[in-house]
Nanobody, 114 residues
């Protein structure tokens, strides 16, 4: 299993970013895939998930602002992040499975300034 995130950057509050995760080594199109994040000094938390059958799930803190999607032909997972807030700052990880279980990528840094 290999998960490689990209797209992290520094933005001002209210801005947008699109994260990508290139997946390989497993049948991506059949897997529940998620995004997680870890803010400085905090534990990792689950952010959003896609069950590969048309259902998406979101943490309350990002609902209405973030959108998870996937391209099964290219084995890429996306996270569109809009209306970013300073509290969204952290390292964002692509992962297999729901919640905090599963395989995590190396992460990409997102910094949101006030």
């Amino acid at each position: 299993v290999q998960l490689v995130e990209s797209g992290g950057d520094s933005v001002q509050a209210g801005g947008s970013l699109r994260l990508s995760c290139a997946a390989s080594g497993f049948p991506f199109g059949t897997y529940y895939m998620s995004w997680g994040r870890q803010a400085p000094g905090n534990q990792r938390e689950w952010v959003a998930g896609d069950n590969a059958r048309g259902r998406t799930d979101y943490a309350d803190s990002v609902k209405g602002r973030f959108t998870i999607s996937r391209d099964n032909n290219k084995s890429i997972l996306y996270l569109q992040m809009d209306s970013l807030k300073p509290e969204d700052t952290g390292v964002y990880y692509c992962k297999t499975g729901s919640g905090l279980s599963g395989r995590w990528g190396q992460g990409t840094q997102v910094t949101v300034s006030p």
